[in-house]
Antibody, heavy 118, light 107 residues
Framework: QVQLKESGPGLVQPSQTLSLTCTVS????????VSWVRQPPGKGLEWMGV???????AYNSLLKSRLSISRDISKSQVFLKMNSLQTEDTATYYC????????????WGQGVMVTVSS | DIQMTQSPSVLSASVGDRVTLNCKAS??????LNWYQQKLGEAPKLLIY???NLQTGIPSRFSGSGSGTDFTLTISSLQPEDFATYFC?????????FGSGTKLEIK
């Protein structure tokens, strides 16, 4: 069945780089896009960016200068890297399967909580 | 960026009620509007895509309508499991954006 699972550090120091991995199963990264979405505690959802089936990417303009999304097809993994972290980047980070041509997120990972603090 | 405004921010209702949640886009987004349900501590769940298409496995008491800038999610008869927060999401223009959410509470 389709599954996504995020992994990464729970705590990152301010100004450091966040590295997260989304490991997927039950579908191919060449058939579906994968988006990253984050949610600060008690707040709403923010779309961060997407890696398309062909490997190209698109980012939220607010994060573009700090964000990079890549993948390893052979390992069925998608990677998120975001630098210059600040306390406002504290959030739960989700990866989600993104339907080509429709941009609806039909399967989500459980999310990983990342706290930015010294 | 397209701003998505949801109203009300909090809605109190009872089991069996018919409720309507609203989502307004700052620009025309055609039909490219999805709805998600999120329960506390869980990932969001897709309910409806492209305004009025019910995702597989979602009960038929959920329906969506609208076009252009004004959209609604209707729950025809509230069930206990429907009390959650609902987010709209536009995918007409980059960057893709979510609304701020409507929390549906038990009256």
């Amino acid at each position: 069945q389709v599954q996504l699972k995020e992994s990464g550090p729970g705590l990152v120091q301010p100004s450091q780089t966040l590295s997260l991995t989304c490991t997927v199963s039950g579908f191919s990264l060449t058939s579906y896009h994968v988006s990253w979405v984050r949610q600060p505690p008690g707040k709403g959802l923010e779309w961060m960016g997407v890696i398309w089936t062909g490997g190209s990417t698109a980012y939220n303009s607010l994060l573009k200068s700090r964000l990079s999304i890549s993948r390893d097809i052979s390992k069925s993994q998608v990677f998120l890297k975001m630098n210059s972290l600040q306390t406002e980047d504290t959030a739960t980070y989700y990866c989600a399967r993104d339907q080509p041509g429709a941009h609806y997120f039909d399967y989500w990972g459980q999310g990983v909580m990342v706290t930015v603090s010294s | 960026d397209i701003q998505m405004t949801q109203s009300p921010s909090v809605l109190s209702a009872s089991v069996g009620d018919r409720v309507t949640l609203n989502c307004k886009a700052s620009q025309n987004i055609n039909k490219y509007l999805n709805w998600y349900q999120q329960k506390l501590g869980e990932a969001p769940k897709l309910l409806i895509y492209n305004t009025n298409n019910l995702q597989t496995g979602i009960p038929s008491r959920f329906s969506g309508s609208g076009s252009g800038t004004d959209f609604t999610l209707t729950i025809s008869s509230l069930q206990p499991e429907d009390f959650a927060t609902y987010f709209c999401f536009q995918h007409n223009s980059w960057p893709l954006t979510f609304g701020s959410g409507t929390k549906l509470e038990i009256k």
